[in-house]
């Protein structure tokens, strides 16, 4: 166990379906990340958090919303997704300073968008 | 675009073999590059990592080799193992900037008996 967790696993929705990704992390850090992993595809970073605060957004559609209520818990709230959007949803964790710092991931989040 | 190039994208080697994974830059600003092993349903988990000023880090059985004039570094599994059947991805990040990881596509490994 790399000390974040992810919830759920799995999460089948339809593309009118409003549900919720929860990350959590048990480490003392205070970076959290929210990654998109599709097959034949490099990881894609979503959002950057950083002491509660969205330090980066790349580019993301606004049918994903970030939440960041405290250090240990990140969300991802999904509404009106589409079937390209199906896909692993990583979250990962870190500590937030100027030089690099091992990202923790989770084990993931498997959606499918029907 | 894929500023992280890595090839291939799968690879079979034998038990004892060594797996060679390679990977290719174009930023110059990257200056720290790490790579990750991903077993199945697991997050990746970083594995070694070198920064431009030496041309070869090993830890235990991996060493990552660099060539900063190329711009070109690559990882090299000695006595490969079953156990060590997992995709792995090389990775780059800057100065400034290193909670932005630029991943490459991933290189799916497997060691057969």
């Known amino acids: 166990e790399t000390g974040v967790t992810q919830t759920p696993r799995h999460l089948v929705m339809g593309m009118t379906n409003k549900k919720s990704l929860k990350c959590e992390q048990h480490?003392?850090?205070?970076?959290m990340y929210w990654y998109k992993q599709s097959a034949k595809k490099p990881l894609e970073l979503m959002f950057v958090?950083?002491?509660?605060?969205?330090?980066e957004n790349n580019s993301v559609p606004s049918r994903f919303s970030p939440e960041c209520p405290n250090s240990s818990h990140l969300f991802l709230h999904l509404h009106t997704l589409q079937p390209e959007d199906s896909a692993l949803y990583l979250c990962?964790?870190?500590?937030?300073?100027?030089?690099?710092?091992?990202?923790?991931f989770g084990p993931g989040t498997r959606l499918t968008v029907l | 675009q894929q500023q992280v190039k890595q090839s291939p994208q799968s690879l079979i080697v034998q038990k004892g073999g060594i797996s060679i994974i390679n990977c290719a830059y174009e930023?110059?600003?990257?200056?720290?590059f790490p790579w990750y092993q991903q077993f199945p349903g697991k997050g990746p988990a970083l594995l070694i990592a070198i920064r431009p000023d030496v041309s070869e880090k090993k830890e235990g059985r991996f060493t990552i080799s660099f060539n900063k004039s190329a711009k070109q570094f690559s990882l090299h599994i000695m006595d490969s193992q079953p156990g060590d059947s997992a995709t792995y991805f090389c990775a780059a990040t800057a100065s400034g900037g290193y909670q932005k990881v630029t991943f490459g596509i991933g290189t799916k490994l497997q060691v057969i008996p």
């Open positions: 480490l003392g850090h205070n970076a």
């Open positions: 958090y950083n002491f509660k605060e969205q330090t």
């Open positions: 990962a964790s870190s500590q937030a300073s100027g030089q690099f710092n091992e990202q923790f």
């Open positions: 930023n110059t600003a990257f200056d720290y």
